[in-house]
C-alpha cells in the first residue's frame, strides 16, 4: 500500500487521482467520522472536488457521521459553519493549479491544530476505522445558509461605502459571495472572471502579480479606487491600487498590521523586517509558513491580526481562518474612511524582496545539504526550512508544503539580487 498524504501547511493537496484519489478520500473520510459525530462539508469550483466530496462524505457516513453539505463554497465560509459542527471538511487546493484537488479541516472555525492533524494521520496510517453497524450508517443533509451566515457577519463588522471596486475572482469561489457584499456595503463593483470554472480560464487560480494584469489595467481604464484579487477558494486576497499597482503582500500586511494591531500579531518566517520597524510596542511572534501555524500562535497570545505575504489574512474578531471576502471589504471600508489606498501605502517602507521557487520531488535529502551550505554563511534558525540573518539581510529555504517544489525569499536593501542569486546556486547545485 502507498504511503498516505500528509497534512502539510495548509491541509493535505495533490494531483487529483495521483496523489489524491477516491480511496484515499474514503479514508480520509473514515479517520475523520471514526472521531467526530456531526461533520459539515464544503468543496470548491474544480473539476475533481465532487469526486473527492462524494468519496469523503462516504468515508463519514460510513463510519456513522451525520453530514451536512454547504456546497460550493469559499474556505472561509466552511470555516464559519463549522462551528455549528464537531469538525468542517473544505475539499479545495487553495491556489494550486487546476489539476491539484485538496481537503482542508477545521474546528471551531480554525484549521485543525498539529495534534489534531497528527491523529487523523495516525488513524490513516494504522486503518483503525470505526465501522458503523448498517441501521447506524451516518445520514446526508444539505444546508443553503452558510454563504448567508457568512455575508452577514462581515456586513455587521462593517461600515459602507461607496468606491468603485473592480473584483477579480479568479473563476473561483469567491464568485458567489464577494462582488455581492461589497455591492451591499454600497459599492460599485466590475466583476472579472466572476463564475466558478474548475478549469480556471481567465487565469491560473494563484493572485500573484504576473496573474493580475487584467485586474491591473481595469483597475486604470475605470478610475476605480482599487481591486481585489481572490484565489480558488477565497481564502487569500491581494490588492491593486487606485493606479492600477499591484500591492504587494508584505506591504499590505504592514497595511493591516498598523490598523488592526493592538498588542500582539502572528506573522510566518518569511515576512519582511519591515514589520518590525512599523510596530512599536507590539509582540511580533514569528511562526512556520502556513496558515495553521499563524492561526496557533494567534490563539496561543491572544493576538489581534495574523498574517501571511501570499495573501492570508487573519481576523481573530471573525476567525480564526485566514478570510479574503473580509478582508476585502475590511479594506475597501478603510479606503473609504482614509483616502486613496495608493497614498495611504506611501508612508510604508518598502525592503526589496525576491521570491522564487524550485521543482524539487526529494525535498528532504535536497534541505539536508542545503542547509549545511547555508550554515557556513552564519547562525541558521530552522523554524521552518533554513534562515540565514545577515547584517546586510536575510535569506530564507524551505520546502513548500503544498508542492513539490524548495521556495527562496531574501530580504536585503542593497544586496537582494546578489544574495538571491548566491542562495539560488546553492539550491540548484544541491537538489
Known amino acids: 500500500m502507498s504511503e498516505n498524504p500528509k497534512f502539510g501547511s495548509s491541509g493535505v493537496r495533490g494531483i487529483a487521482n495521483k496523489e489524491i484519489t477516491p480511496r484515499f478520500a474514503l479514508n480520509f473520510g473514515l479517520a475523520v467520522g471514526s472521531i467526530y459525530p456531526e461533520v459539515v462539508v464544503g468543496r470548491d469550483p474544480r473539476i475533481p472536488a465532487v469526486m473527492i466530496e462524494s468519496a469523503v462524505v462516504a468515508g463519514l457516513l460510513s463510519a456513522g457521521s451525520r453530514v451536512t ?3 460550493m463554497a469559499p474556505t472561509p465560509t466552511l470555516a464559519i459553519a463549522s462551528r455549528g459542527y464537531d469538525c ?10 487546476a489539476q491539484y484537488v485538496g481537503i482542508k479541516i477545521f474546528k471551531d472555525g480554525m484549521s485543525f491544530d498539529t495534534g489534531e492533524q497528527i491523529e487523523i494521520e495516525d488513524i490513516l496510517r494504522e486503518e483503525k476505522f470505526r465501522y458503523a453497524s448498517w441501521e447506524s450508517t451516518g445520514n446526508l443533509s444539505d444546508m443553503n445558509t452558510a454563504l448567508k451566515d457568512h455575508s452577514e457577519i462581515i456586513l455587521k463588522n462593517t461600515r459602507r461605502a461607496n468606491l468603485k471596486v473592480v473584483v477579480d475572482c479568479g473563476c473561483g469561489a469567491a464568485s458567489v459571495i464577494t462582488p455581492y457584499v461589497l455591492r451591499e456595503m454600497g459599492c460599485g463593483v ?3 472572471n466572476s463564475h466558478p470554472d474548475g478549469h480556471f480560464p481567465g487565469r491560473e487560480p494563484e493572485p500573484v502579480e504576473e496573474n493580475l494584469s487584467l485586474l491591473k489595467s481595469t483597475v486604470r481604464s475605470a478610475g476605480a479606487d482599487l481591486g481585489i484579487a481572490h484565489d480558488g477558494d477565497a ?3 491581494m490588492a491593486v491600487d487606485n493606479k492600477g499597482r499591484f500591492v504587494s503582500g508584505d506591504k499590505m500586511l504592514a497595511f493591516f498590521a498598523t490598523r488592526e494591531a493592538r498588542k500582539a500579531i502572528a506573522v510566518p518566517v518569511d515576512t519582511s523586517r519591515v514589520i518590525d520597524d512599523i510596530l512599536s510596542g507590539i509582540k511580533i511572534s514569528r511562526t512556520k509558513v502556513g496558515d495553521v501555524y499563524v492561526a496557533e500562535e494567534l490563539k496561543k497570545i491572544d493576538g489581534d491580526l495574523g498574517g501571511e505575504p501570499s495573501g492570508a489574512w487573519i481576523f481573530p474578531k471573525i476567525s480564526l481562518c485566514p478570510d479574503g471576502i473580509y478582508a476585502a471589504c475590511r479594506l475597501v471600508e478603510l479606503v473609504e474612511e482614509e483616502g486613496e489606498l495608493s497614498e495611504l501605502l506611501e508612508s510604508i517602507p518598502e525592503y526589496p524582496v525576491k521570491r522564487g521557487a524550485f521543482i524539487c520531488e526529494d525535498k528532504k535529502r535536497a534541505m539536508a545539504k542545503i542547509a549545511r551550505r547555508l550554515g557556513e554563511l552564519g547562525n541558521i534558525n530552522t523554524l521552518d526550512g533554513v534562515r540565514v540573518d545577515l547584517e546586510e539581510g536575510w535569506i530564507l529555504v524551505r520546502p513548500s508544503g503544498t508542492e513539490p517544489k524548495i521556495r527562496i525569499t531574501v530580504e536585503s536593501k542593497d544586496r537582494c539580487d546578489e544574495l538571491y542569486n ?3 546556486e546553492i ?3 544541491e537538489m
Request: hydrophobic share 45%; proline share 4%; net charge positive.
Open 88 to 97: 468542517g471538511i473544505m475539499i479545495t487546493a487553495s491556489h494550486n493549479p
Open 69 to 71: 453539505r454547504i456546497g
Open 235 to 237: 481564502d487569500r486576497m
Open 427 to 429: 539550491v540548484r547545485e
Open 422 to 424: 548566491m542562495a539560488s
Open 190 to 192: 466590475i466583476t472579472l
